[in-house]
C-alpha cells in the first residue's frame, strides 16, 4: 500500500500555520505542525503576496528539512471576511413524472445550481462554495435529500445557500504559490471544515453556533439539522486586544502580545489572587521600566472581548437560530481566543448559552506534535480531515494538470449575436467568416508570412461545413474570456468526485489517465430521464428572521 502525505497551509492574520499528515490506508498520522508569524495578511486575507510569500517559503521549507520530504502542492483555506452568502432556489422539469427521483438528478440540480449562479459582479466575485438546505416536489416541502430520492415528481427544486468572496483574495493565494512553485491541490472555505474537526454529530443535529476567535477575524457559523445554516463575520479578534495592551500600557505590539498570551484572562473578578500579582517589565539590561498588573490586563481584555461575543450575539440572534430550542448543543468556541483563560465562561455569562472549548477532536494520532491539539490548529486538521479520503491526492507528487471548466452564461438574445437553439440556423457573419477562413487568406495581404495553422483551418472547415451548436457556443465564450465564476478547486471537485468543499465525499468517478479529461468538457453527473428547466429566485442576505429559521429546521445535511 502506498504511503502519501497531505500538506495544508493556514493563511491567519497573525500566523502562518503549516501542517503535514502521513497516510498509509486508513492510519492517518500527523508529523509536523508549526505556527510561526505572518506578515502581508489581513483580516485573513493575503494583502501584500510579497511578504507572504517569504515567510511562508521559509515555514515550508524548515518542514521539508525536517521531514526530508518535496512538498510540490498543499490544500489552503479562503478567508473568512469580506464573505457574503445569499438565498437561492433551483428548479428542473422531470420528463417523467412517474418515475422515482435518483440520486443522478439530485446531483445534476446540484451542479447547475453552482455553474449556473448569476453573480452580480463577475469580475470582482467568486463562488466560494454553496450549501444545499432543502428540496422539494409539488406534493412535499422541505425534504432532506435521503427523503427526496425515491419520491415521484413532476419537478424538482432545491434551495441553497451559496457564499461569495472576493475573487482578488483568491488570485493573491494564486500568485503566492505560483511564485514559489507549489501547486495548489484544493481551495477550502473554512468554516464548515473547521467545525467538523471540532464538532460531534448529535451537536450538528440538534443545533450549535461555532465562534472562532481568531487574530483578525471572529466569526460564527450555526449548524442545524447536520447542516450548515448560517455564517458571518467581523473584523476583530486577537489582534485588536493586543492593541488595546499596547496602547493603555505605551507597550511594543511583540510585548503586549506575550502578556496576552502569558498571563491574559478574562472577568477579572474571578481571578482571586493571580489578579494583585504584578507584571515587571525589564530592559535588555534587566533594568526595570515599567510594572502593571494581571488583574488591570484582564480589565483590558474583558472590556474588547465585551464588544467582539456581543457583536456575534448579535448575528447569532439575526440568524432566527437564537432560541434555546434551536441551538440545544449551546455554543462552541475554537480558534486561539478560545483558550484564554475565561473565555467560556465569560460567553455563557453573556449569552446563557451553554458554552464548551472546541478542540480538535482525535481523528488521527498526532504524537510528537502536541501543538496539533490545541484550538488554535482546528483549521488545519479540519483541512486535513477534508483531504484524507482523496485517494488521489499526494502533496509529494508533482499536481496533475487539471482543466477547470464552467458553464457557459446565457447571452441576449439580437441579430449580431443569435442562440443556435432556434430554427434560424448560425449567425451568418459569424459563418461567413468562418467559410474566408477556410478557403485560405488573401494572397495580397500573406507576403512573407506563413499560412494559417491547420488545426485553425481544419475547425474553420468543419465550422463552415456546419458547426455543432455546443462547440460553437463554448468558442464563443472562449471568444468573450468570461470568467470562471466558481472556485477552481470546487468545479474539480464535482468534476472528479473528489471531497467536497465542506470535507463530505461526493461520488466516485473514475479519473482519467494522466489527470486530463478527454473531449471539449470534463464528464458530468449522469441526468436520467429529465429534460432540465432551470430557474433562479435569488435574495440578498441582509437579515434572516426566526420564520425563515422556523422553515429550515429539521432539514439534513447536504453539501455541495
Same mark, same amino acid.
Given at each position: 500500500?502506498?504511503?502519501?502525505?497531505?500538506?495544508?497551509?493556514?493563511?491567519?492574520?497573525?500566523?502562518?500555520?503549516?501542517?503535514?499528515?502521513?497516510?498509509?490506508?486508513?492510519?492517518?498520522?500527523?508529523?509536523?505542525?508549526?505556527?510561526?508569524?505572518?506578515?502581508?495578511?489581513?483580516?485573513?486575507?493575503?494583502?501584500?503576496?510579497?511578504?507572504?510569500?517569504?515567510?511562508?517559503?521559509?515555514?515550508?521549507?524548515?518542514?521539508?528539512?525536517?521531514?526530508?520530504?518535496?512538498?510540490?502542492? !498543499?490544500?489552503?483555506?479562503?478567508?473568512?471576511?469580506?464573505?457574503?452568502?445569499?438565498?437561492?432556489?433551483?428548479?428542473?422539469?422531470?420528463?417523467?413524472?412517474?418515475?422515482?427521483?435518483?440520486?443522478?438528478?439530485?446531483?445534476?440540480?446540484?451542479?447547475?445550481?453552482?455553474?449556473?449562479?448569476?453573480?452580480?459582479?463577475?469580475?470582482?466575485?467568486?463562488?466560494?462554495?454553496? !450549501?444545499?438546505?432543502?428540496?422539494?416536489?409539488?406534493?412535499?416541502?422541505?425534504?432532506?435529500?435521503?427523503?427526496?430520492?425515491?419520491?415521484?415528481?413532476?419537478?424538482?427544486?432545491?434551495?441553497?445557500?451559496?457564499?461569495?468572496?472576493?475573487?482578488?483574495?483568491?488570485?493573491?493565494?494564486?500568485?503566492?504559490?505560483?511564485?514559489?512553485?507549489?501547486?495548489?491541490?484544493?481551495?477550502?472555505?473554512?468554516?464548515?471544515?473547521?467545525?467538523?474537526?471540532?464538532?460531534?454529530?448529535?451537536?450538528? *443535529?440538534?443545533?450549535?453556533?461555532?465562534?472562532?476567535?481568531?487574530?483578525?477575524?471572529?466569526?460564527?457559523?450555526?449548524?442545524?439539522?447536520?447542516?450548515?445554516?448560517?455564517?458571518?463575520?467581523?473584523?476583530?479578534?486577537?489582534?485588536?486586544?493586543?492593541?488595546?495592551?499596547?496602547?493603555?500600557?505605551?507597550?511594543?505590539?511583540?510585548?503586549?502580545?506575550?502578556?496576552?498570551?502569558?498571563?491574559?484572562?478574562?472577568?477579572?473578578?474571578?481571578?482571586?489572587?493571580?489578579?494583585?500579582?504584578?507584571?515587571?517589565?525589564?530592559?535588555?539590561?534587566?533594568?526595570?521600566?515599567?510594572?502593571?498588573?494581571?488583574?488591570?490586563?484582564?480589565?483590558?481584555?474583558?472590556?474588547?472581548?465585551?464588544?467582539?461575543?456581543?457583536?456575534?450575539?448579535?448575528?447569532?440572534?439575526?440568524?432566527?437560530?437564537?432560541?434555546?430550542?434551536?441551538?440545544?448543543?449551546?455554543?462552541?468556541?475554537?480558534?486561539?481566543?478560545?483558550?484564554?483563560?475565561?473565555?467560556?465562561?465569560?460567553?455563557?455569562?453573556?449569552?446563557?448559552?451553554?458554552?464548551?472549548?472546541?478542540?480538535?477532536?482525535?481523528?488521527?494520532?498526532?504524537?510528537?506534535?502536541?501543538?496539533?491539539?490545541?484550538?488554535?490548529?482546528?483549521?488545519?486538521?479540519?483541512?486535513?480531515?477534508?483531504?484524507?479520503?482523496?485517494?488521489?491526492?499526494?502533496?509529494?507528487?508533482?499536481?496533475?494538470?487539471?482543466?477547470?471548466?464552467?458553464?457557459?452564461?446565457?447571452?441576449?438574445?439580437?441579430?449580431?449575436?443569435?442562440?443556435?437553439?432556434?430554427?434560424?440556423?448560425?449567425?451568418?457573419?459569424?459563418?461567413?467568416?468562418?467559410?474566408?477562413?477556410?478557403?485560405?487568406?488573401?494572397?495580397?495581404?500573406?507576403?512573407?508570412?506563413?499560412?494559417?495553422?491547420?488545426?485553425?483551418?481544419?475547425?474553420?472547415?468543419?465550422?463552415?461545413?456546419?458547426?455543432?451548436?455546443?462547440?460553437?457556443?463554448?468558442?464563443?465564450?472562449?471568444?468573450?474570456?468570461? *470568467?470562471?465564476?466558481?472556485?477552481?478547486?470546487?468545479?474539480?471537485?464535482?468534476?472528479?468526485?473528489?471531497?467536497?468543499?465542506?470535507?463530505?465525499?461526493?461520488? *466516485?468517478?473514475?479519473?482519467?489517465?494522466?489527470?486530463?479529461?478527454?473531449?471539449?468538457?470534463?464528464?458530468?453527473?449522469?441526468?436520467?430521464?429529465?429534460?432540465?428547466?432551470?430557474?433562479?429566485?435569488?435574495?440578498?442576505?441582509?437579515?434572516?428572521?426566526?420564520?425563515?429559521?422556523?422553515?429550515?429546521?429539521?432539514?439534513?445535511?447536504?453539501?455541495?
Amino acid at each position: 500500500m502506498e504511503e502519501r502525505y497531505i500538506a495544508s497551509v493556514d493563511l491567519g492574520t497573525s500566523k502562518l500555520a503549516v501542517c503535514v499528515a502521513r497516510i498509509l490506508g486508513h492510519d492517518v498520522q500527523v508529523i509536523y505542525y508549526k505556527e510561526t508569524p505572518a506578515q502581508g495578511i489581513r483580516y485573513s486575507y493575503v494583502n501584500n503576496p510579497g511578504k507572504v510569500e517569504s515567510g511562508l517559503r521559509d515555514a515550508l521549507t524548515q518542514a521539508q528539512q525536517e521531514l526530508k520530504i518535496k512538498i510540490q502542492q !498543499v490544500i489552503v483555506g479562503l478567508p473568512r471576511y469580506y464573505v457574503r452568502q445569499e438565498n437561492a432556489s433551483a428548479s428542473m422539469e422531470r420528463t417523467d413524472p412517474d418515475t422515482q427521483i435518483e440520486d443522478g438528478e439530485v446531483r445534476t440540480l446540484k451542479s447547475m445550481a453552482l455553474e449556473e449562479y448569476p453573480l452580480s459582479d463577475s469580475k470582482n466575485e467568486v463562488i466560494y462554495g454553496a !450549501v444545499a438546505q432543502s428540496f422539494s416536489t409539488e406534493d412535499s416541502l422541505n425534504e432532506l435529500e435521503g427523503d427526496i430520492v425515491g419520491m415521484t415528481a413532476e419537478k424538482l427544486e432545491g434551495n441553497f445557500k451559496v457564499f461569495i468572496g472576493s475573487r482578488r483574495h483568491s488570485i493573491n493565494i494564486d500568485n503566492v504559490f505560483n511564485s514559489m512553485g507549489i501547486a495548489i491541490a484544493k481551495k477550502y472555505f473554512t468554516p464548515g471544515i473547521t467545525a467538523r474537526a471540532v464538532l460531534k454529530e448529535e451537536q450538528m *443535529e440538534n443545533g450549535v453556533a461555532l465562534i472562532d476567535i481568531g487574530a483578525g477575524v471572529s466569526s460564527v457559523t450555526i449548524f442545524k439539522g447536520k447542516i450548515m445554516r448560517y455564517y458571518a463575520a467581523i473584523p476583530f479578534g486577537g489582534n485588536s486586544i493586543t492593541r488595546d495592551i499596547k496602547t493603555e500600557c505605551n507597550f511594543s505590539f511583540d510585548l503586549a502580545e506575550n502578556i496576552k498570551k502569558a498571563y491574559g484572562a478574562c472577568m477579572p473578578g474571578k481571578l482571586s489572587a493571580l489578579g494583585e500579582k504584578s507584571i515587571q517589565i525589564v530592559d535588555e539590561n534587566d533594568e526595570p521600566t515599567a510594572q502593571v498588573t494581571v488583574k488591570y490586563i484582564s480589565e483590558i481584555i474583558t472590556a474588547r472581548m465585551k464588544e467582539i461575543i456581543e457583536a456575534l450575539l448579535y448575528h447569532i440572534q439575526a440568524s432566527g437560530y437564537a432560541s434555546e430550542d434551536l441551538l440545544r448543543a449551546g455554543v462552541v468556541v475554537t480558534g486561539g481566543g478560545a483558550e484564554m483563560v475565561n473565555c467560556a465562561n465569560y460567553i455563557k455569562d453573556l449569552s446563557g448559552y451553554s458554552v464548551k472549548i472546541g478542540y480538535p477532536r482525535r481523528f488521527f494520532s498526532c504524537e510528537g506534535c502536541p501543538e496539533a491539539t490545541e484550538a488554535s490548529a482546528a483549521t488545519s486538521m479540519g483541512m486535513i480531515l477534508a483531504a484524507k479520503g482523496d485517494q488521489l491526492l499526494n502533496c509529494v507528487n508533482e499536481a496533475p494538470a487539471r482543466r477547470f471548466w464552467t458553464a457557459p452564461k446565457p447571452r441576449p438574445q439580437s441579430d449580431d449575436y443569435r442562440s443556435l437553439s432556434g430554427a434560424e440556423g448560425p449567425d451568418p457573419v459569424i459563418l461567413s467568416e468562418a467559410k474566408d477562413l477556410a478557403e485560405g487568406p488573401d494572397p495580397t495581404t500573406q507576403s512573407g508570412a506563413e499560412g494559417p495553422d491547420p488545426v485553425i483551418l481544419s475547425g474553420a472547415k468543419d465550422l463552415a461545413e456546419g458547426p455543432d451548436p455546443v462547440i460553437l457556443s463554448e468558442a464563443k465564450d472562449l471568444a468573450e474570456e468570461s *470568467e470562471p465564476s466558481i472556485e477552481p478547486s470546487v468545479i474539480a471537485a464535482q468534476e472528479e468526485g473528489e471531497p467536497t468543499l465542506f470535507g463530505s465525499d461526493g461520488p *466516485e468517478v473514475a479519473k482519467p489517465e494522466g489527470g486530463r479529461f478527454k473531449g471539449n468538457k470534463p464528464p458530468k453527473p449522469s441526468k436520467p430521464r429529465i429534460k432540465p428547466k432551470f430557474t433562479w429566485l435569488k435574495h440578498l442576505q441582509s437579515s434572516i428572521s426566526k420564520a425563515a429559521g422556523d422553515l429550515f429546521e429539521g432539514m439534513e445535511n447536504e453539501e455541495i
